[in-house]
Structure formats: structure tokens, C-alpha cells
């Protein structure tokens, strides 16, 4: 059985699940549980993620042979190819067109990880930051929590820790959470893609231009 009741002190039941007995994240039984008043709806939400294709592929990522040696958050290591796409499409150096993919597609990009996964030393991250920052692919400022100086254009969410503040055009990539780290459900390469493919369609991070309509002046 996928379901079971245990009775507890006073009168209650925990609802006990095997995720093992359960047909994937569209299993009837998870319809049920959603309705079931003593099941959190996050609880679902995350035997969903758990029993979905994406996620299975993003834990078996870089186990089959052949896989590049490091870090998948290293655009230069994972997804070279786009590295040079973006390269040529904005006259980047490789490293400046790295570091603008992991502002693009890593909820945490962070000078420090960022400086973790490439393994680049501290003059070298400079260099790709300065040459990123003279474009207008990306905005120069200080911020609470993030770690960084760069940032996409547009809305900016601060979330309170452990979750890092972000940018909101994220959230077309994976869920964002304003009180818990965000974790991608699928494979840092395919995050690299999606983002950038996003960019190709003309869905560019931006700011939101404001229109308003003037107020005539009161006249005496």
C-alpha cells in the first residue's frame, strides 16, 4: 500500500507514505493526499518533485563515463558550446561570457562560488567581471545578502536567509522561495540552456518600463 494511517496521542493519525509504491508525481494518490486537511501541501509539492523525470535526471547527472572532470556550474566545463554562442553574439572573452551564463541560469552565483566552481583565481574572476560590467547585459551594484556586485536588469527579490536574494526573472527557470535556498529539479547544463534559450526568444531580464498617465495641474 502507498498509504497508511498510525494513530498517535489524542485522538489523532499520522499519514504514513511509501514514495516506492507510488506511480510517479501524477499518481491518484497524490490528488487525494493534496486534499488530506493533515498533509502540508509543501509535503506533496516535494514527493511530486522527488517522483518527477526532472529530477531523476538532474541526480544522475555527471555519473555516466566520459563526464568532465569539476564542477557543472562551470559554464567553460559543462556547456562550451553556449559559452561560445554567447561569446560571439555579445564580443565576449570566454571567461566574461562564463560568468554572464551563471548570472543568467545559477540561483547562487555568488563571487565566491563562482570563484569555487571555475576555480579561477581572484584576479582572473575580476577580469571577467570588469569586462562583463562595461556591457549592458548586466547592472554594477551593492545589495544586501548577494554575495556580488552583478546582476541581471529588473526585479529584484530579497529574500530573508537561508534563502539568497535573487533576481525575479529567475523564477521562469525553477521555483523561487523567499525563506528557503532554491534548489534547480533539473541539471546545471540544461539550466544553462534553458536560460539562454530564454535570451534567444527574446525574453530578455530587463526592467519594466512604468507608464503612467499624467495628472492635469490644478488650475485656480
Not at 499520522?14 to 501524477?26: K, S, T, Y
Not at 559543462?78 to 541560469?105: C, F, I, K, N, R
Not at 536588469?153 to 530579497?158: A, K, S, V
Request: charged content about 25%.
Amino acid at each position: 500500500e502507498a498509504v497508511s494511517l498510525r494513530a498517535v496521542d489524542g485522538g489523532h493519525e499520522d499519514v504514513l507514505i511509501r514514495p516506492a509504491a507510488l506511480d510517479g508525481p501524477d499518481d491518484p494518490v497524490l490528488i487525494l493526499l493534496a486534499g488530506w486537511p493533515t498533509v502540508p501541501a509543501e509535503d506533496v509539492s516535494a514527493l511530486r518533485t522527488l517522483l518527477g523525470e526532472e529530477f531523476t535526471r538532474a541526480l544522475s547527472a555527471g555519473t555516466g563515463g566520459g563526464t568532465p572532470h569539476g564542477h557543472a556550474q562551470d559554464p567553460l566545463l559543462s556547456v562550451t558550446h553556449l559559452v561560445a554562442e554567447v561569446a560571439a553574439e555579445y564580443g565576449l572573452g570566454q571567461d566574461a561570457a562564463a560568468l554572464y551564463l551563471q548570472l543568467l541560469a545559477l540561483p547562487d552565483p555568488t563571487d565566491r562560488d563562482c570563484a569555487r566552481w571555475t576555480g579561477w583565481s581572484p584576479a582572473r574572476l575580476k577580469r571577467a567581471r570588469a569586462e562583463l560590467a562595461a556591457t549592458p547585459l548586466v547592472v554594477e551594484a551593492k545589495r544586501s545578502r548577494a554575495g556580488r556586485s552583478l546582476f541581471l536588469p529588473g526585479g529584484w527579490r530579497p529574500s530573508k536567509s537561508p534563502a539568497l536574494p535573487v533576481e525575479e526573472w529567475k523564477a521562469g527557470l525553477y521555483p523561487l522561495s523567499d525563506h528557503r535556498r532554491t534548489v534547480p529539479r533539473v541539471p546545471v547544463a540544461e539550466l544553462f540552456t534553458r536560460a539562454w534559450a530564454r535570451v534567444r526568444a527574446g525574453d530578455v531580464p530587463r526592467y519594466t518600463e512604468l507608464v503612467t498617465r499624467a495628472t492635469p495641474r490644478n488650475r485656480r
